[in-house]
């Protein structure tokens, strides 16, 4: 199964696969970690990049930058999918940011 997702702001990001996260371009980002309630997103070397918010949209909490778990595998690339429709973006929550546009992780 796989669930589309965007960013808070409204850009089409791409998807999760059993637990791991996607672009559109089929570059595996990251992986998601059920956290009680809450879907957390930890970058392949372990560190908290964001959490999936309102059930598809990405959003970073500040308080939980810094936080780390233990790094995994980068899981090969996957095929490109036709990316959906960019959304309305949304208010910012009080303690939150953005998260990081699929760009920033496709130039890594």
């Known amino acids: 199964?796989?669930?589309?997702?965007?960013?808070?702001?409204?850009?089409?990001f791409g998807?999760?696969?059993?637990?791991a996260l996607y672009t559109t371009n089929g570059l595996h980002v990251a992986y998601v970690v059920q956290d009680g309630a809450e879907q957390l997103i930890f970058s392949v070397d372990g560190q908290?990049?964001?959490?999936?918010?309102?059930?598809?949209r990405l959003i970073t909490k500040l308080s939980r930058l810094?936080?780390?778990r233990g790094s995994?595998?980068?899981?090969?690339?996957?095929?490109a999918r036709?990316?959906?429709?960019?959304?309305?973006?949304?208010s910012m929550r009080?303690?939150?940011?953005?998260f990081p546009s699929r760009s920033q992780f496709e130039q890594w």
């Not at 199964?1 to 089409?12: F, H, R």
């Open 72 to 79: 995994r595998s980068q899981r090969s690339m996957r095929s």
């Open 82 to 90: 036709s990316g959906r429709s960019h959304r309305s973006g949304r």
């Open 94 to 98: 009080s303690g939150y940011q953005d």
């Open 1 to 12: 199964m796989s669930d589309w997702l965007w960013t808070w702001s409204g850009e089409s």
């Open 66 to 68: 810094g936080r780390t």
């Open 48 to 56: 908290y990049i964001g959490e999936v918010k309102d059930g598809d």
């Open 15 to 19: 998807y999760i696969s059993n637990d």
